[in-house]
C-alpha cells in the first residue's frame, strides 16, 4: 500500500509541477497551436495521470483479484506500471539534474530538459525501459 501511496504521490507532483509551468507558459503568450499541442505540461500531465493511475492500481489490486484477472490484463497493468516506474525514475533524476544546474550556474552551463524534442526521448525511453 506504501508502494501504491507514493507512486500516486509523485504522479500528483508531476501534474502540479505541469500545472505550474502551463500557467507560466500561457503567461508568456510565444507559443503556437504546434507548441500547445505537444507541450512540456500536457505530456507530464498525461504521464503524471498514468502514474497516478498506477499507484491506485497498486493500492487497490488485492491478491484474489491476480489470481482470477486475465493474462492480457495482468500484462496491461503490469507495462502501465512498469512505463511509469521508469518515467518517475528519469523523471526524478533529470529534475534534480536540472536543479543543480540552476543552483550552481558556474558547474553546469544549461539545464538537462529544455526542448520539446528532450521532453519526448524521455517519455520514449520510460515506455521503452518499461515495457521490458
Known amino acids: 500500500i506504501y508502494f501504491g501511496i507514493s507512486i500516486a504521490g509523485?504522479?500528483?507532483i508531476i501534474v502540479w509541477k505541469a500545472y505550474q509551468e502551463n500557467i507560466a507558459k500561457h503567461q508568456e503568450d510565444w507559443y503556437t497551436p504546434y507548441d500547445k499541442m505537444f507541450s512540456h505540461p500536457l505530456?507530464?500531465?498525461i504521464f503524471g495521470g498514468v502514474s497516478i493511475i498506477s499507484g491506485l492500481f497498486s493500492i487497490f489490486l488485492k491478491r484474489e483479484w491476480y489470481f482470477g484477472t486475465p493474462?492480457?490484463?495482468k500484462m496491461?497493468?503490469?507495462s502501465q506500471l512498469g512505463i511509469s516506474l521508469a518515467?518517475?525514475?528519469l523523471f526524478i533524476i533529470i529534475d534534480f539534474l536540472n536543479y543543480c544546474s540552476?543552483?550552481?550556474p558556474e558547474y553546469c552551463a544549461q539545464p538537462m530538459m529544455e526542448t520539446k524534442i528532450q521532453i519526448i526521448l524521455l517519455?520514449?525511453?520510460a515506455g521503452c525501459i518499461g515495457i521490458v
Open 123 to 125: 517519455v520514449v525511453t
Open 87 to 89: 518515467f518517475i525514475v
Open 10 to 12: 509523485i504522479g500528483i
Open 102 to 104: 540552476i543552483v550552481y
Open 71 to 73: 493474462h492480457f490484463l
Open 43 to 45: 505530456i507530464l500531465t
Open 76 to 78: 496491461v497493468i503490469y
